[in-house]
């Protein structure tokens, strides 16, 4: 997608050929999307004990976070879940990659609405990245 952006073309213009070929590709690899099946239950039955893990990243090209549940129950079962999760394409413009970081701040306020939207009780929240720059905020905070 960044990628037509920098071609500056217009709606009405025909995409040049490598471009175009791209985007067929990648239009019919949308198929594989309809084999996805997300299960709406994310804790297991009887749970005794829930975590949440936030893990986000950026790169040029995108950031992004996500949040999981894992969930204990009495049998030690456990089960991993998707709770919620946002992405974005990178702005087109050169930025600082510490300004990309900026996804550790935007994980933070999801788990944030993630945690006041769970109804049980949440034992423990971890966050995870591969962020020096991240990592090195919390000496500051």
């Not at 594989?32 to 975590?51: D, F, H, K, S």
């Not at 935007?106 to 788990?111: D, E, N, P, S, T």
């Amino acid at each position: 997608m960044q990628q037509l952006w920098t071609l500056q073309i217009d709606w009405t213009e025909r995409l040049p050929e490598k471009e175009a070929s791209e985007w067929k590709e990648f239009v019919r690899s949308l198929v594989a999307l309809n084999g996805i099946n997300i299960e709406r239950c994310i804790v297991i039955p009887n749970t005794e004990v829930i975590e949440l893990h936030g893990f986000c990243d950026a790169s040029e090209k995108a950031y992004g976070r996500a949040i999981y549940d894992k969930s204990i129950n009495p049998d030690r079962e456990i089960k991993v879940q998707l709770v919620a999760s946002k992405s974005r394409l990178s702005p087109i413009k050169q930025v600082t990659m510490p300004l990309l970081e900026f996804s550790a701040f935007l994980l933070a306020k999801l788990m944030h609405k993630g945690k006041r939207a769970f109804k049980m009780d949440i034992i423990s929240v971890f966050f995870w990245t591969d962020s020096t720059i991240v990592l090195k905020w919390r000496a500051v905070c």
